[in-house]
């Protein structure tokens, strides 16, 4: 097989020394293709991205039925107050073709099979024996109205057609798909894996949560955080771990895994960086940029030898969970097979004035009410009831260029699925 | 401990021998309590419910800080162009202290502690030796500018008082919370439980999707439909069965299933909900009404006798799946704990006109764009284009009494989370 030659290496623009958001952006979306398809049941496909069209193995209905429950008959002889003798009884699930003749009909269940015999279904509220159903029909039935032709038979084929496209390739399936795909007539369908995800915090400054902190330590909160956005992302935590500034402990700690993605936060003992990029830089892919971003300059992103992506994050919190959102979930959604892997912004107004750098993207943490964005406060401390990062649900982005947000100021806000149900 | 008495039967209201869809919404979540608190470890509770206000162990900051890479100092002595000695070094979690005499600076890094003798950070871009950070600090430090009392240091306990909440009972765990719980100093927390769910299809016409259907026989959709809308409620399926019409089957099966809720949907073998109705009418607090809704009239819920809810659906698919949205999720939601088990409604523009009953309330399954809502027509086969049952991603919500709505109407819709990453 020939291969076509590696396109040559395009330097990203860099302005004051920084990279853009976008050209990070796109650097990694180019190396995130969707995880190869695999084939599974379809109980087990909710939230998974479909790799190929699903078309449907029949038309449907399947076959004309009936639409209301009530008697089958033949539409000429069913006038206003006609007393037609019952000589069937269809269910649901019948898969009886009774003969009609004249002055006859089949009491028949919504779903069921009608009758080549039959040209309408008259509703049992449109009966003078009404609408109790009993075990045994009716011996007569006796028609208040003669229907119209072909009333209340659903016809076969008439709600699709044979081959057609029950659900397209990249769809992101959820309950309403899958029935439909049920209904086409397929039991296992190809879709993207979820894709498995590693994170890993970095810091010897980082003690467990319920440990008592010594002076200079900080309770660890980026692996827990990380963690639940990797699986809000719908992917798969495989595995997340604390390890200290060693180079030599987080190089056996990234041998040992196997992930479509590994992420880790920190590594800050002296000098941003130092132990994750002391170790990663350069490996297979990994190339370490400053981005034109607050929070979230120091960024670390390539492929491993074996594939593995790996994002080295800053590890201030905020600066983690803003390049989460900007860098990696969009990739984690790229591997998952979706065609939109980034999430939709929307347009929101500032709910009070702030600072923007010069040179640099900011991305502020923010509570959205209604169509206002309410940048969260640096120091909440002393005003209950205003917004807090627990209760982020959206964030800002204020383009580089921008020095001034006055509040009123239309502004764009990604908001976040950080309540999303799982 | 004394019982007060059970409360009256309060008799719902009927209408043309109908309850209302609030009557049979408030029946259910009054039976739908919080399941109780179980007590996990932080990295499990994403996606669930916390059950106690989660309170600060500590002020945080816990330690007055340094918010930017650079030097201590005492300000006094650091006035524009002073050169000073540098005579330590302060990585991020070191819990030195050391002292500063006149003169005297410590490198420090972000989140490192500030020494008590410091009263002020110069930056590193506020120097002359510049931005690049070695493994050992220079000698000494030339600074550019004198920098403001208190600059760039954190001071403990502004973020957040000792004791205060840092996030409050009833909210739905997502990434944010879940770091700020960690900061706060739980690495374990009280949550409600995912709820257990087990979902039953009942039908003898019902086959596998990837069978040959036979005339009369449905590919059975409802079970791959409600499981995934289990799921994407936040609750785990526990069982998935299709069961026959067959009182013996059906009732075996219900014995062996431990869930706290059981989703049935079906049953119309002869007149609605027949085997459905003759197994559980009656056992533990179940009940069968009609409710006044189009689709899914008939409406089967109450507990069993160990206290699982028991949902009876009607079968026809959207009949079941739109049943799902208006009585078993909110009830599903509550079981989980949520203040807020309904889904939010919003108003939309009809895209197209249509009729509704008088008596009923009307749900149509849509398609969302934008502010318009098109109903999806029942038939779709010979349009391609329009909006189709697999991609509802609304349901129409029409009141009662209204028996025509013109496109450009306002209407009730009920955005759906179908496509909820899981």
Same mark, same amino acid.
């Given at each position: 097989m020939s291969r076509s030659p590696?396109?040559?290496?395009?330097p990203s623009s860099r302005t004051h020394g920084m990279i853009s958001v976008e050209d990070h952006q796109e650097r990694i979306l180019g190396a995130a293709a969707p995880l190869p398809a695999v084939r599974i049941p379809l109980h087990d496909a909710f939230g998974l991205v479909l790799a190929e069209d699903v078309r449907r193995?029949?038309?449907?209905?399947l076959f004309d039925n009936s639409?209301?429950?009530g008697y089958a008959v033949r539409r000429a002889d069913a006038v206003d107050g006609a007393r037609l003798r019952v000589v069937a009884d269809l269910p649901a699930g019948s898969s009886d073709e009774p003969a009609l003749g004249p002055g006859e009909a089949a009491r028949i269940m919504t779903g069921a099979p009608v009758p080549a015999d039959a040209d309408a279904v008259v509703p049992?509220?449109?009966?003078?024996?009404?609408t109790a159903v009993s075990s045994t029909p009716p011996s007569h039935v006796t028609v208040q109205r003669q229907p119209r032709p072909g009333a209340h038979i659903r016809r076969a084929g008439e709600d699709a057609a044979v081959d057609s496209v029950a659900v397209t390739a990249g769809t992101l399936l959820g309950p309403w798909h899958l029935s439909a795909i049920a209904s086409a007539g397929h039991a296992h369908i190809a879709v993207h894996p979820r894709p498995r995800v590693a994170v890993i915090s970095t810091g010897s400054e980082l003690v467990s949560p319920d440990a008592e902190p010594l002076r200079g330590q900080i309770p660890e909160s980026n692996s827990v955080h990380l963690a639940a956005a990797v699986r809000e992302a *719908? !992917?798969? =935590?495989?595995f997340a771990a604390i390890v200290p500034d060693d180079e030599a402990a987080l190089r056996r700690t990234l041998e040992s895994i196997e992930a479509d993605a590994v992420i880790l936060s920190g *590594? !800050?003992? =002296?000098?941003?960086?130092d132990v994750v990029k002391a170790v990663?830089?350069?490996?297979?892919?990994v190339r370490f940029d400053a981005v034109?971003?607050?929070?979230?300059?120091p960024q670390g992103f390539g492929p491993l030898d074996d594939g593995t992506l790996a994002f080295c994050l800053p590890g201030n919190p905020v600066a983690a969970a803003v390049s989460f959102e900007l860098f990696v979930r969009p990739a984690l959604r790229a591997l998952a097979?979706?065609?939109?892997a980034r999430r939709p912004h929307r347009t929101a107004v500032a709910g009070s004035a702030w600072h923007s750098p010069r040179h640099r993207v900011q991305v502020l943490p923010a509570v959205l009410d209604g169509d206002t964005a309410h940048p969260v406060p640096r120091?909440?401390?002393?005003?209950?009831g205003t917004p807090t990062l627990a209760g982020t649900d959206a964030l800002i982005v204020v383009p580089a260029g921008v020095e001034e947000v006055h509040g009123g100021d239309a502004v764009t806000v990604l908001p976040l699925g950080g309540g999303a149900l799982r």
């Open positions: 590696a396109p040559s290496a395009v193995r029949w038309a449907l209905p639409a209301m429950d049992l509220e449109e009966t003078e024996e009404g *719908g !992917a798969d =935590v495989v *590594g !800050a003992s =002296v000098g941003s960086f990663l830089n350069g490996m297979g892919g034109a971003v607050r929070p979230g300059k097979g979706s065609p939109q120091h909440a401390a002393s005003a209950p």
